[in-house]
């Protein structure tokens, strides 16, 4: 192969040269193929025509990347000071908190990703080739540039191939470009600068023939296709982290900075008051043990997972867990149009026939709805609706859409689907509103002849023999007469008319035909984002039809307007959303047209308007105009998939959260990009399911507002488990500070402390994550993105929460040692004291606690239903008793068992607890 030719393959501008400047490139000979020698070089030139992946990381490395966590740098080395004073028992335990959260970390980490993969094997196929003059079959695996391919209907395009012959050919690409329709093809050369969407002379791999036949050149196998350049795209890019661990990373770097600093302060003036330097490490180990959160990585993974649950039962897979969190905190939610907001199904919603509109009820290919008169369909009578179906122009233009058709309908698993192109499947269902089916109407009127869709001509055309002419209505107005054959024909407005100089009028009589009138009918239908089909016929007496019997004489009967119809759980879904202030946006290969009228429909709108803007706009843009799109658009149509990936971007530049949504291959890239990434389990690809972090198991955007809502939920829930868990670390470093400053003696030891911040805490916070969602989670605008973890609020809950702790631990401590002079009773008491004021917190921020005080008052109905509380409660009830009752845990944690007068003492020195949560709930609502 020339330099020139792969130059050429690297522009990729082959829709733009002609068959024979490709075929001279590409050195192949476009009757017999390449020879076999030819293949060979170039298999080894090029290799196998497939899309590699690059290899996932070792499990064990995977592990070892847990550890390379700053706070667990603490314990690490908290654990080697032990070991190395030769308190093994001590390490062990420090190291086996850190080897907990490895763990923990280690499952919630996404499995390998296996994107590229699913890339690979959406288009591996056999395909049909012609080499050494020889037609044969080969696996798509084998393919090399320069082979012909020769494509029939039902065939997977094997690779990017330039068309050299067509013959009404069709193909979907709406997995690639989102496109609802298939796209009909043809070998003409094309405009340099032409969308990938409109390339009609060239098939791309992955996508399927509906209709027609066709040969074509290979110019591009496995990652050079538009297919495998979305994989690199996709290699190139890292799943982001969510707002929820870059606060966390925030946070635990703050921390050690913290914890450093104070440590090091208390090493040196414990070391100044004369301590030896054995005591002091180890008032630095219980300081850092004590402000380390251990319990707050397992808390937050087990919150999540709950969350995943929640959203499972509502119709949302989660596939990596802080995607429960990111959704409940989107700002942004892009939306592919095909299949997420709309059925995914064309739908015929308006007809103009016999100078008289309808309107057409009922959506998808389900034959559920109604022909109505339009403007005045919720005044119909039923006898009104009945005698619209006597009308002759309405009932000749849906007879010529069923019979004027090489689809059918057929249920499948329940539902309807076309067999065959959509917008066929579109005009059978109308028929089927009034009556009509297609095996009766094909038994009535037999086909003798077709004449098959071109795009030259833009027009397809039948011709029937009528063998129930008594009961056909056309047959009882004037165009009735002795000939017993008719044509009926489909095609544009334009192809239509010019062949018409007469029309039917609503009841069947010929009248002229006013061109300029039908023209402003189409064109108002277009405007609506409808796709325009015209319709005729012709009395005939042949037996077979050739193009020039189309050519002149045809009886123009009416316009069809379809469109792929907006769910209307969706548009509500949207409304809900914007509700609760986050901004939904539309990004579609789609026509922009159709687009914004589907955005319309849906209520997307940004200050009353619906502004949108189409790929190739978007390509001029530099980066502030493309910052100013984003920011003020709603549409963005004809989009390739680098656009949609820049798309998502620029929003992440302004400090937006974005959700993505789609389900085709073009929507992957895009989807990984997006902190959360929503894939269509049904309709979806299992490239866009692969990159995404939420499947919808129902295909239905109105999920995401439930997902939204649950991801709401748990992050509030979350919020309350930091403010449940941080004054526990803030009592206990203080407490420690403290003593060391006074010089007294430690009121609580490494040990216990990790007993309190690992066990109890884990068993008193995980109740918090069942915690049933706020009445009024949908009522506040998205956690803003640059909001820190710990804002004032919450700060201020946590040091008042933490003082009192402080005064709680070292009060008791103190004056239990001073009572009794045992170090270990004091210790436990403190402990023991510590954990019934924590009862009473978790009362406090609960929704348990909220309802009876509520109730209480007369203001709820009912007590919130909440065991998890009650449960988590009572387990830490008994894990307390053990604590100190046990006498395997009195050697281990150095605790004292206590008497029920001692039970009793620790249970009201708790109470104060009550009212300073009061006090801190009236300026932190914790629901």
């Not at 559920?368 to 119909?380: F, K």
């Not at 620029?650 to 997006?674: C, F, H, I």
């Not at 829930?717 to 007294?744: D, H, Q, Y």
């Amino acid at each position: 192969m020339t330099t020139k030719a792969k130059e050429k393959m690297q522009l990729d501008r082959w829709h733009h040269l002609s068959v024979q400047e490709v075929a001279q490139h590409l050195d192949s000979d476009l009757e017999n193929g390449l020879t076999s020698a030819q293949v060979k070089k170039r298999q080894e030139h090029f290799g196998p025509n497939e899309i590699k992946g690059k290899p996932a990381k070792h499990a064990i490395i995977r592990f070892l990347e847990q550890f390379n966590q700053p706070l667990l740098y603490i314990l690490l080395i908290a654990g080697t000071i032990k070991a190395f004073l030769g308190e093994w028992v001590n390490a062990w335990v420090i190291w086996g908190v850190t080897l907990i959260n490895a763990i923990i970390g280690y499952i919630q980490e996404a499995k390998a990703e296996s994107a590229i993969a699913a890339l690979a094997s959406s288009v591996q196929t056999e395909a049909t080739v012609r080499r050494n003059g020889q037609k044969k079959q080969v696996p798509s695996t084998e393919l090399v540039p320069g082979d012909i391919v020769i494509l029939a209907s039902g065939d997977k395009i094997p690779a990017d191939i330039r068309l050299i012959e067509a013959r009404n050919l069709q193909i979907n690409e709406s997995a690639l470009t989102g496109e609802s329709v298939a796209v009909e093809k043809k070998i003409d050369l094309l405009d340099f600068d032409i969308p990938l969407a409109e390339r009609s002379n060239m098939a791309y791999a992955g996508s399927f023939v509906t209709a027609g036949q066709a040969k074509g050149i290979v110019i591009a196998i496995g990652t050079e296709t538009e297919t495998g350049r979305i994989s690199r795209l996709m290699e190139q890019q890292t799943s982001l982290s969510t707002p929820l661990t870059r606060k966390f990373d925030k946070f635990s770097r703050t921390l050690l900075y913290i914890i450093l600093g104070v440590a090091a302060f208390t090493f040196v003036v414990g070391l100044s008051y004369g301590n030896t330097w054995v005591s002091m490490f180890e008032a630095v180990v219980a300081l850092a043990v004590s402000a380390i959160p251990e319990g707050l990585p397992a808390v937050v993974t087990i919150t999540l997972a709950i969350g995943v649950s929640r959203m499972a039962r509502r119709h949302a897979i989660i596939r990596k867990l802080p995607a429960v969190e990111t959704l409940g905190s989107a700002t942004v939610i892009c939306s592919d149009k095909t299949g997420t907001l709309t059925e995914n199904q064309m739908t015929v919603q308006a007809i103009y026939a016999g100078e008289r509109h309808y309107a057409v009820t009922g959506t998808g290919y389900t034959p559920e709805g109604e022909i109505l008169l339009a403007g005045r369909e919720s005044e119909n009578t039923p006898s009104e609706i009945q005698s619209l179906k006597s009308e002759i122009a309405l009932l000749e233009c849906l007879k010529a859409g069923l019979l004027c058709n090489d689809s059918h309908l057929e249920v499948k698993e329940g539902e309807w689907v076309v067999i065959g192109d959509p917008t066929e499947g579109a005009l059978i269902t109308a028929a089927n509103k009034v009556g009509f089916t297609q095996s009766e109407l094909e038994a009535e009127m037999s086909r003798l002849d077709v004449i098959p869709f071109e795009s030259e001509f833009q027009y397809m055309a039948t011709l029937h023999e009528i063998t129930g002419q008594e009961e056909s209505p056309i047959y009882h107005s004037p165009l009735a007469n002795s000939q017993s054959r008719i044509i009926y024909i489909k095609g544009s407005v334009e192809a239509i008319l010019s062949r018409s100089q007469q029309m039917l009028d609503a009841r069947g009589n010929i009248i002229s035909v006013d061109k300029e009138k039908v023209h402003r009918e189409a064109e108002a239908m277009a405007e609506r984002g409808l796709r325009v089909l015209a319709f005729a016929l012709k009395p005939f007496e042949q037996n077979s039809l050739e193009r020039s019997d189309i050519e002149e004489g045809l009886i123009f009967i009416g316009l069809q307007g379809m469109i792929d119809p907006p769910r209307q759980e969706a548009i509500k879904a949207v409304q809900a959303c914007q509700s609760a202030g986050i901004q939904v946006k539309m990004i579609t290969g789609d026509h922009a047209v159709t687009a914004r009228a589907i955005a319309a429909q849906m209520g997307l709108q940004k200050r009353g308007e619906v502004l949108a803007f189409s790929g190739q706009e978007l390509a001029q843009m530099d980066g502030q105009q493309l910052a100013n799109a984003v920011e003020n658009g709603v549409v963005f149509a004809r989009v390739a998939p680098e656009q949609k990936l820049r798309l998502v971007e620029a929003l992440q530049s302004k400090g937006e959260v974005v959700g993505m949504t789609g389900d085709g291959v073009n929507d992957a890239p895009a989807l990984k990009q997006a902190d959360i990434g929503i894939a269509m389990g049904k309709a979806g690809t299992e490239v866009a399911k692969e990159a995404a972090d939420m499947i919808l198991t129902d295909d239905n955007f109105a999920s995401i507002e439930a997902a939204v809502e649950e991801g709401r939920t748990v992050y509030r829930n979350l919020l309350k488990a930091i403010a449940f868990i941080l004054p526990v670390n803030g009592g206990e470093s203080m407490t420690i500070v403290i003593s060391v400053l006074l010089a007294r003696t430690l009121p609580i030891l490494s040990l216990q402390v990790l007993w309190l911040n690992m066990i109890n805490s884990i068993a008193m916070t995980v109740p918090l994550a069942f915690e049933p969602k706020s009445p009024r989670v949908m009522e506040r605008p998205p956690l803003r993105p640059n909001q820190p973890l710990l804002n004032r609020k919450l700060l201020m809950r946590i040091i008042t929460i933490s003082v009192f702790n402080w005064i709680l631990i070292f009060g008791v401590f103190e004056w239990i040692k001073a009572t009794t002079a045992n170090l270990d009773l004091a210790r436990t008491m403190a402990i023991q004291a510590l954990v019934a004021g924590r009862i009473f917190y978790l009362l406090s921020i609960s929704q348990l606690g909220a309802s009876l005080v509520a109730n209480l008052r007369g203001q709820a109905e009912k007590i919130t239903d909440a065991p998890a509380i009650i449960i988590g409660i009572i387990g830490t009830i008994v894990l307390q008793v053990i604590f100190s009752q046990w006498s395997v845990m009195n050697t281990l944690f150095a605790t004292a068992p206590l008497n029920l007068n001692q039970w009793f003492i620790c249970l009201a020195v708790g109470l104060p607890m009550i009212p300073v949560a009061v006090l801190v709930n009236r300026f932190d609502p914790p629901n």
